[in-house]
């Protein structure tokens, strides 16, 4: 039986299609998303972000690597499998949500809507990467996450900086010191509290991640970045096990061309958190709220909003539905995964695993230099391919698991 | 002999007026502008900023006070002198120029090229205000400034704050703590070198000072404004004799609604100094250039213009030009004037006292409450009437001085 559907939600609609061959068969739910990041800055890109260009092996476009390329690789791995088999080994049911870039924040009550047609043995989250072309991985570890606005006030109106100058406090330089204050010399947060809920890695967590291939030069260089953050942690360590505050975007005055004298009303900043085991999104949140209240000078009109968060997420890394996709991924690939965890945060993922409750393996194909989130965004178009020779033997893997076997 | 033009510049163009009684009287110029400040943020006006408003005595619209009505205040005492004299007192000329608020950049060129025409021998410069609708005032000083643009970049893209957070240096923060360095904990600026140039106040002029009209929390609360500046001084010096760093605006990454994950590859900010005498804008240019770079961290990409500048001016106040004028608006007002320093700058009185060599009045009829360069400029049009009546008092005072009592 073969059905596809429009769910609504209060935001952006969500996809969700099921085919489903027998119930003794183990049933496997696949998780991605449609919705895409903004293109901005537009005048960056090569090419108009929705017309993909294909070149060298690549295909560029908003959403190629960072949902939709997941999303077409898991249709065109069905695609094959009927064609060659008139039949899939698993009853197959996806959900394609469309605010994963927002903070999915329709998607528990959506899921709990209809958690019945939900129900599953095992899912597979796409949205994930690897480590280069030819080395595979497995996702265990996803960071969760925290955003926030934050805006500051000091003047009812904009004040012309020669008659005010120096009289009163410019709300730009105030944030700027609010903002400044948030990390040490070392790079830690110093907001109080907010690693006090951080589960350390063992000796053992630290040597597995220590052996994952990973050249930090090349990963910097890549995109030029300079190396920053936590004194006293690998860069590895530093992305993807230890919770991070940056600023996401910053406001204030005047932004055009050439000059305007004024010393602004307002100021504000987006700023988010990178969580880790066992950091609470709703505490950290607290404590980051009443720290830049703290600090903000007498008089000065602070305003703080939540705009989402989403939980991290810590999956076994033994149990049979991992070793499985373990072993696809090593016949296609020739070379076994890595066990990796990622610094990104898939919200949604923490509810499957918690509504459903069944393993989630996070079995993604992007690169790092795939440049989601950014201008140029691009998918390499081998990797979508031997994802879809990986899926067709998963599928096969999990069906010769039985139900029975995919409980673990 | 009545002449009008308009002369053009490589930006926007002056308008020059004259008329020219007997060369045996004293010849006038008049400095004004004829551009205004942006209207941004336009959502906060309550009428559309070029259609003039007037409401309770005031006359709302951008450039209403900032310069447009003393423009007009001048043609209409003219006209009023006119009609009721048949000739004016004295030679007078006006120029208009186009760029004051963009720092007048080709002001001083255009004066050079028409410098026979704009031959005077006092000028009097209508762009001040008075401390309020009952204490009229003379402006003897104003401050310089420099206007900078600073930009940082620390990545060749913006970067997924889920992959990268934690491994990499965000140009926010880093732009952040540059600027938050600028100030230390005083209100001082902490650019080295930033004061070296500074010419202390007298002991005496710092009581006359004092002793102008001047309430503060007046001052501030018209405008909901936090006091801030300088440890040490007054609030009427720190905003009139006093230097000042600040940041008119500041950019990067995302500022839309909602969230984005990113972690911009740049951020950027507009600075400006108001300079006091003996400052020299080029030098102080150099400090603050040298010390973002310098305290920019290694690896990032620093970028520092200069979008314009002009110098301080300080004016005689026992000149006989300053007499006739203080004169003049203690028979209108019904008080002498206060001697003020003004906080604001305007370049092109520089230029004018050093090109002409001829004392330069200030005699403006701006209110503190006109919201100058913000939302809801306005004109109080009391203020325009007795500025009227009063340069028709000053012309005859300066035609009673004659051209060798006006030399001083």
């Known amino acids: 039986m073969t059905r596809v559907e429009i769910w609504p939600t209060k935001g952006h609609p969500a996809v969700f299609a099921e085919r489903l061959e027998d119930s003794s068969l183990p049933t496997v739910l696949v998780y991605g998303h449609h919705d895409v990041q903004p293109v901005d800055p537009v005048e960056e890109w090569e090419a108009a972000p929705f017309q993909p260009l294909e070149r060298d092996g690549l295909l560029l476009g908003r959403g190629t690597a960072d949902d939709k390329g997941h999303i077409l690789m898991h249709l065109e791995a069905v695609r094959g499998i009927l064609d060659a088999q008139g039949r899939l080994p698993v009853n197959l049911k996806l959900i394609a949500e469309g605010e994963e870039e927002n903070g999915s924040e329709h998607f528990e009550s959506l899921f709990r809507e209809h958690l019945g047609q939900l129900a599953a043995d095992v899912a597979v989250i ?188 810590l999956t076994p890394a033994s149990h049979p539905a991992v070793d499985a996709a373990a072993d696809a991924l090593t016949a296609v690939w020739g070379r076994r995964p890595s066990y990796i965890r990622e610094g990104g945060s898939i919200p949604p993922v923490a509810t499957i695993a918690e509504l459903l409750d069944v393993p989630c393996v996070l079995l993604g194909v992007g690169l790092p230099e795939d440049h989601i989130h950014a201008p140029n965004e691009r998918v390499d178009l081998g990797q979508l391919f031997r994802g879809m020779q990986t899926l067709g033997r998963l599928w096969q893997g999990y069906s010769d698991l039985g139900r029975e076997g995919l409980r673990g």
Not at 256 to 278: C, F, N, Q, W, Y
């Open 126 to 313: 796409s949205d994930t990467g690897m480590l280069s072309r030819t080395q595979p991985a497995l996702t265990i570890a996803l960071r969760g996450m925290a955003y926030w606005e934050v805006r500051v006030r000091t003047s009812d109106t904009d004040l012309h900086s020669g008659v005010y100058g120096g009289a009163v406090l410019n709300p730009v330089a105030v944030l700027c010191q609010m903002l400044a204050g948030l990390h040490d010399d070392s790079g830690r947060v110093t907001v109080p509290g907010f690693y006090d809920q951080v589960r350390d890695l063992s000796g053992e967590e630290r040597a597995e991640l220590a052996r994952v291939p990973f050249d930090e030069e090349t990963f910097l260089q890549s995109v030029g970045a300079v190396a920053g953050g936590e004194a006293g942690y690998t860069l590895m360590e530093r992305r993807t096990t230890r919770p991070t505050l940056e600023i996401c975007g910053i406001w204030g005055g005047y932004q055009g061309e050439g000059a305007k004298t004024v010393i602004p009303a307002r100021a504000g900043a987006k700023l988010s958190s990178r969580l880790v085991p066992d950091q609470d999104a709703a505490e950290v949140t607290r404590l980051v709220a009443n720290h830049l209240r703290t600090t903000a000078p007498q008089g000065v009109a602070v305003e703080f909003d939540l705009i989402h968060d989403g939980r991290w997420v």
